[in-house]
């Protein structure tokens, strides 16, 4: 059974393919980290590696 799971060359090549014809390359590698960030993300949050708000609140002594 072959894969269905696209390789980072193949994400990024479809990212690219996205953009318009003048992009800059800032604008590249931007695009390119917020959808490794966002990527990163999902996976915490598929792995149960969650802080709920009203910890993250009291950590920094904010009002609820």
């Given at each position: 059974?072959?894969?269905?799971?696209?390789?980072?060359?193949?994400?990024?090549?479809?990212l690219?393919?996205?953009l318009?014809?003048?992009?800059?390359?800032?604008?590249?590698?931007?695009?390119?980290?917020?959808?490794?960030?966002?990527?990163?993300?999902?996976?915490?949050?598929?792995?149960?590696?969650?802080?709920?708000?009203?910890?993250?609140?009291?950590?920094?002594g904010?009002?609820?």
């Amino acid at each position: 059974m072959a894969s269905t799971a696209r390789t980072p060359k193949q994400q990024a090549h479809e990212l690219l393919k996205q953009l318009p014809d003048n992009v800059t390359w800032d604008e590249v590698v931007y695009e390119l980290a917020v959808r490794r960030s966002i990527e990163r993300g999902l996976a915490d949050a598929d792995a149960g590696r969650l802080t709920d708000v009203t910890d993250i609140r009291r950590e920094f002594g904010l009002a609820e």
